[in-house]
């Protein structure tokens, strides 16, 4: 017989087998995807940014077509808009999504406090921290290496003059930023917060006043003027209770430090 | 020289001395690609000891039942590279099937080695070395461990390059390619060790 014919035949004859093989193989052991799921990974962005509490888009929407995650309205970076689209997608009532976004509880730039040392170290807040509390006087505040500002995928975040700033019109709340700092000053907020406290400082008043002009000093007139107590006093720091707040503005008119934004 | 002791021989040569990446320079493209972290590092390799073994396995039945017997030794390279592809694919759908587990941990891994060439080179090793089947899986096995552990290896140079602050015309991978260059100068300390330990 010709070489040239054997040689075809064999090839051609492993290529059929591994081919049927193939093609029965992918018949009889099909692994029925969920029609649900590409309806609803559609539906989300895609940032892959985490905000949901899931590894990625995929993973939220894999819960969801399993049933272990009810709501619909855990997408932080598309808002109300994917929540309806979700809505449609499950036949769920969309609920409320409630626009949240970053903040930075320090307003300690360099014009507020000063330095205790130079730091020469490798320029990220977590090696910083290590030595002394960073630089400056104040160990609670902003560090303004922007570790947030290198996780952010949104590149919301921005140093400017020692202290980190959110871009709230960019932020997406995925909460990256939240679990980098290691300073934890950085919280979601409500979007449309009237009121902020612009202070990490746990410290009683006098150190606060030596270390930083912008500090919250736990006076606790904000607390006495509340309407609605909704701000309280803790460890020397105001805190507020957004799910309270009325956004009457009472403790900003009345802190001395004016560092209740 | 007994069975067990060229068998050791055989997994020292091919994790140390003959190590397919640091030595032989075959699989770079994963090598570069995938020792960004350590995770990844990990179910890379293990995809890869996984597909090795087996590949060796089928394309030296396949050699010996099939091309000997009709004479066409020369068609090897495209019917190894045809039967390994298949049986990547064939062993994706058993995996996704009966292993989820098993596929979400390796299966993104396995359509990229499909054609890489380290698993080639492995089964065309096999038969220049004229091994038996047994000592194919071990070659194969030895030859993905030793994958694994440059790239493992890697991913730790990786990160302290991370760190490290080279000069601005070698950020990225220029700096990425001497060191992998680094690494590899270090396993020719093995060289010629092998023979000498098994002889």
Redesign the interface.
């Known amino acids: 017989m010709n070489?040239v014919l054997?040689?075809v035949l064999?090839?051609g004859g492993?290529?059929l087998v591994?081919?049927v093989?193939?093609a029965a193989?992918?018949k009889f052991?099909?692994?029925p995807v969920d029609e649900r799921f590409p309806k609803i990974r559609e539906c989300l962005p895609g940032a892959n940014c985490g905000g949901c509490g899931y590894a990625g888009c995929d993973g939220y929407a894999n819960a969801l077509v399993d049933g272990s995650e009810e709501k619909i309205n855990k997408c932080t970076a598309g808002g109300a808009a994917v929540a309806e689209a979700l809505a449609r997608v499950t036949g769920k009532t969309a609920e409320a999504v409630e626009a949240k976004t970053a903040y930075v509880h320090c307003k300690g730039d360099c014009s507020a406090t000063q330095k205790k040392a130079e730091y020469n170290g490798?320029k990220t807040c977590k090696a910083s921290r290590l030595l002394f509390g960073g630089e400056g006087s104040c160990t609670f505040g902003c560090l303004g290496y922007g570790d947030c500002a290198a996780v952010c995928p949104e590149q919301a975040i921005n140093v400017i003059n020692g202290v980190a700033h959110v871009n709230g019109a960019r932020c997406i709340a995925c909460g990256q930023c939240v679990s980098v700092c290691p300073q934890k000053i950085i919280s979601l907020i409500p979007a449309d917060a009237a009121v902020k406290v612009t202070c990490s400082n746990k410290e009683k008043g006098p150190a606060v006043m030596k270390k930083c002009k912008a500090g919250c000093i736990g006076c606790g007139l904000c607390q006495r003027n509340c309407p609605v107590e909704a701000i309280k006093v803790e460890n020397n720091l105001a805190v507020i209770d957004y799910s309270v707040c009325v956004g009457c503005g009472a403790c900003q008119a009345v802190c001395p430090k004016k560092c209740i934004l | 020289m007994s069975e067990a002791a060229k068998l050791l021989l055989i997994a020292f040569s091919m994790i140390f001395t003959e190590n397919y990446v640091l030595v032989q320079f075959l699989a770079i493209c994963p090598f570069l690609g995938v020792s960004k972290n350590f995770d990844s590092c990990l179910g890379m390799s293990g995809a890869v000891i996984f597909v090795m073994t087996l590949a060796s396995a089928v394309t030296w039945t396949v050699y010996h039942f099939l091309l000997v017997p009709f004479d066409l030794t020369y068609l090897q390279t495209i019917v190894f590279i045809l039967v390994i592809a298949a049986l990547v694919q064939l062993v994706e759908i058993v995996l996704k099937k009966f292993i989820p587990p098993l596929y979400k941990s390796l299966g993104i891994y396995l359509p990229l080695i499909t054609t890489n060439c380290a698993v080639l080179a492995v089964t065309i090793l096999n038969i220049t070395e004229n091994y038996n089947l047994l000592e194919a899986c071990v070659d194969g096995m030895t030859a993905g461990i030793g994958f694994g552990l440059a790239l493992i290896l890697f991913c730790g140079v990786r990160k302290a390059l991370e760190r490290a602050k080279p000069p601005k015309c070698f950020e990225g991978l220029p700096i990425t390619l001497i060191a992998a260059a680094l690494t590899s100068m270090t396993f020719m300390g093995f060289a010629g060790i092998a023979e000498k330990l098994f002889h």
Do not use: E, F, N
Request: proline share 6%; with cysteine.
């Open positions: 070489p054997i040689a064999v090839l492993v290529g591994c081919g093989l193939l193989a992918s052991m099909a692994v490798t």
